[in-house]
């Protein structure tokens, strides 16, 4: 029998860990200038927190979610996203009292039991960010801008942001009202989950792929055309922000996004370049500003956002974009006899703390295969430990660029060394 990788898991080997080190650190450095702690929940949570928070009529709910019960009888479910988790932190460690915004990002892997197909996977990961505190559009313009300066930094020059308003309690529910008795009228050309989403959730089919499903949506009246005095006012300022920053949005006045708990602005980010024929949002987000409350903390707005790791990943390759994080060696350490392959050891960890990276071949015993593998690697210094030298506290150091050596004691290795490798 032959053990395999679940549908739509997939190890991650060396080489393409580069890329995930990158995207962590782009996030890390981003994080850091606008001024946000990490915070890592745990992978599985309640799965009341999901039912409740992403919302009972989403797809993720519905039909994504791994859960389990566990021996001790509790329903749990294996994250498929990261802002519940989040939210029940934020009220769990008191946070609320926190001077606002209070600032939190992420970064680690999440579960959807999806159709396994291109950019789509069962285990995937996201890096969020999340600002609680402050309801005014401001936040939502620098999300926006912190994620596209994340995108550019990992070499993403042709972005657009797709933006848009789903209003709030206020007038999203006239909106429901028109866009249902539109839908109605066209309900049995809508696939089935529409016809469910009609019943449950109408502004989803809103957000359906199907082609036939977009046909009918084309028609469909326009929620930025019902918004109330506020969120107009609120969706307005945002775009005057995302002008002065010179941002490339575009008006989508039927991007709702698949999540229940936002208010206000919606947004995704996308590459213009397809990868593989479709166009995938490699960031999406938006303003929750129930979520906190619904989830049992005080009335506090909220904005956020997340980035799929792999469709990033996936796009840096497809660009051609190679990463080798494998940092070269600066010396080979050689070594001929017992007593030297013992003094060795010792004299390899004294590289380390002088944080010298060394290449070895401790396993072998000829000088030549050392020698020849030092050369592989492209290393310029080779320092070769003998009896003679073991026995006498000594180390010859050999440039491999023109063959000159010279002996040094051990006790002055190090400064010989940095000295050469200065050179
Ligand atoms: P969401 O949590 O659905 O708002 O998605 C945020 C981002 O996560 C998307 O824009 C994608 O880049 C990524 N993403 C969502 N679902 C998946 C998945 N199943 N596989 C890979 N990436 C995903």
């Not at 401790?362 to 290393?379: H, I």
Request: contains cysteine.
């Amino acid at each position: 029998m032959k053990f395999q990788t679940q549908i739509g898991m997939h190890d991650i080997l060396p080489e393409d860990e580069f890329y995930y080190q990158k995207v962590l650190e782009v996030c890390r450095s981003a994080a850091d200038f606008y001024g946000f702690g990490r915070i890592e929940t745990p992978i599985l949570e309640e799965t009341q927190l999901f039912e409740k928070g992403t919302g009972g009529s989403t797809d993720i709910v519905h039909k994504q979610m791994f859960s389990l019960r566990t021996l001790g009888g509790d329903h749990l479910t294996l994250r498929p996203e990261g802002t519940p988790g989040i939210v029940r932190a934020y009220i769990q460690h008191g946070m609320q009292s926190l001077p606002k915004p209070v600032k939190l990002w992420y970064f680690g892997p999440f579960f959807r039991y999806e159709r396994p197909q291109a950019g789509r996977y069962r285990q995937f990961y996201q890096f969020g960010f999340e600002s609680f505190g402050i309801g005014k559009s401001v936040i939502d313009a620098q999300i926006i801008q912190l994620f596209y300066d994340i995108l550019k930094e990992l070499g993403f020059k042709n972005l657009t942001i797709e933006i848009n308003s789903i209003g709030d309690s206020c007038c999203r529910p006239y909106y429901k009202k028109s866009l249902v008795s539109y839908l109605r009228k066209y309900q049995n050309v809508l696939c089935k989950d529409c016809q469910r989403r009609l019943r449950e959730n109408p502004l989803r089919v809103l957000d359906c792929k199907q082609e036939k499903c977009q046909r009918v949506v084309r028609g469909a009246p326009q929620i930025i055309d019902s918004l109330c005095q506020e969120c107009h006012d609120h969706f307005q300022k945002l775009l005057e922000f995302l002008e002065a920053l010179e941002l490339p949005y575009h008006l989508n006045p039927y991007l709702v996004r698949g999540l229940d708990y936002y208010t206000r602005t919606v947004f995704e980010i996308y590459d213009n370049k397809k990868n593989e024929g479709s166009r995938v949002a490699l960031v999406g987000g938006g303003r929750y500003d129930k979520l906190v409350q619904l989830l049992g903390g005080k009335n506090t707005p909220a904005c956020g956002a997340a980035g799929g790791v792999e469709r990033i990943i996936d796009l840096m390759k497809a660009k051609g974009e190679k990463l080798n994080g494998f940092s070269k060696p600066a010396v080979f350490l050689a070594q001929v006899g017992k007593l030297a392959k013992r003094k060795a050891l010792s004299i390899f960890e004294k590289l380390r703390e002088s944080n010298i990276k060394v290449a070895e071949a401790f396993y072998k015993d000829s000088l030549l295969s050392q020698l020849s593998q030092a050369n592989r690697l492209g290393v310029r210094y080779v320092l070769i430990l003998g009896q003679k030298e073991a026995l006498e506290n000594k180390i010859i150091i050999k440039d491999m660029k023109g063959g000159h050596q010279k002996t040094v004691s051990v006790k002055k290795m190090v400064q010989e060394i940095k000295k050469k490798l200065k050179k």
